[in-house]
């Protein structure tokens, strides 16, 4: 068997610098400028640790070095080096790597990275052939990623081993990063791939708040503003749910960024990580508080889009100071689902594991799963 590994190096860099992905050269300079850290290589060994045993005796197809080859090579992985990349790789190379792969006979793709690589293996194989996403980008709404690192290592092992027999159409979306920027959300449909038909490990793709009144998120974010405690710093997370609350407050929130008020004063918006410790820092642990939602049709909390909540800055937040919210509408999209913690930290996911109440409206709870 022949299978193609293919990394992109930086991926989901911009995600804890608050720059909302790192699509482009300005973005990237940018990221780096404000301290970002790649992240995409441990994401991709995470999930390479799952299913390395099993890819004994599979030849594996990658670009050089840290788009692939690196790692295989550390695993001791028998891996066939495509071309040497350079110290700055970039989407063209992901297409090439693709391309050669299918060329080659592969028969799996495993990359790493986030929607916009998913959308340049898809313009190389369309659905010629299957494919796993391992997730390390900012904003993933594609289906064709699994909902964690291990969750992608443990389907690639399956596959290895024949026991994935099942594959559908899965969408490849991917959005405006411009407009994402400015806080509209523009999404689009690029193709389909070749994914494993797997509801344990395979995310599905995002959707909307769901078809509810239009009274229900302003009656959340009602309850949600009289809910807040005095003297307290309170972090409010990304997405359209708590946009409404901080409109509730009347501060200059951000609809796609995390924001920071106190006793009804805006502390901070569109924050990073480190910003975020800085203003944790100076509170008392019992005055550190968090409110954010859930990713509809995903079931997300941490790990898409908001990955300026860090492991090191949800480790500041007592738990019980940790609120999750979100509409009757946009719970119902998960159909009964987990919600799901992808910190980038395992150890913290494991933590978080267990049930938790999602405020849905005034005194209204759900208690629902993290797994």
Do not use: W
Not at 57 to 74: C, H, I, N, Q, R
Not at 251 to 277: F, H, N, P, W, Y
Request: charged share 25%; net charge neutral.
């Amino acid at each position: 068997m022949k299978a193609g590994f293919i990394v992109n190096p930086v991926a989901g860099m911009g995600g804890a610098v608050a720059l909302k992905g790192t699509d482009g050269e300005a973005t990237l300079r940018r990221a780096v400028e404000l301290g970002a850290k790649p992240r995409a290589a441990e994401r991709a060994e995470t999930a390479l640790r799952e299913f390395a045993d099993a890819a004994r005796g599979t030849l594996f197809l990658a670009p050089s070095g840290e788009m692939g080859a690196g790692l295989l090579t550390k695993y001791g992985i028998e891996c066939e080096t495509l071309f040497e990349t350079a110290a700055r790789t970039s989407a063209a190379d992901t297409r090439r790597a693709a391309e050669m792969m299918l060329e080659k006979g592969a028969e799996l793709i495993i990359f790493a990275g986030g929607d916009g690589t998913a959308r340049d293996v898809c313009a190389a194989v369309g659905d010629k052939i299957p494919v796993v996403g391992i997730p390390a980008g900012v904003k993933i709404h594609s289906a064709v990623y699994a909902k964690r690192p291990q969750e992608a290592g443990k389907l690639v092992k399956n596959f290895l081993e024949g026991r994935v027999k099942r594959f559908t159409e899965a969408e490849v979306m991917d959005i405006d990063e411009e407009a994402f920027r400015e806080g509209r959300v523009s999404a689009r449909l690029y193709g389909y791939m070749r994914a494993p038909d797997d509801a344990e490990f395979m995310q599905e793709r995002k959707s909307g708040g769901g078809a509810g009144s239009a009274e229900e998120p302003a009656n959340l974010a009602a309850f949600l503003a009289n809910s807040m405690k005095p003297g307290t710093l309170y972090l409010i997370g990304s997405g359209s749910t708590t946009m409404r609350l901080k409109e509730r407050l009347g501060i200059e929130g951000t609809l796609l960024g995390v924001d920071a008020v106190k006793d009804g004063a805006q502390l901070g918006r569109d924050l990073t990580s480190e910003q975020i410790k800085k203003l944790l820092a100076a509170e008392s642990p019992e005055n550190r508080a968090l409110i954010i939602t859930v990713i509809g049709g995903q079931g997300h909390i941490f790990g898409r889009g908001n990955q300026q909540l860090s492991p090191e800055v949800i480790k500041m937040l007592p738990r019980e100071n940790i609120t999750v919210a979100a509409t009757p509408a946009k719970m119902a999209t998960l159909f009964g689902k987990r919600l799901i913690a992808d910190t980038g930290d395992a150890a913290l996911d494991e933590e978080l594991k267990g049930y938790v109440p999602v405020v849905t409206g005034h005194a209204r709870r759900i208690m629902t799963k993290i797994g």
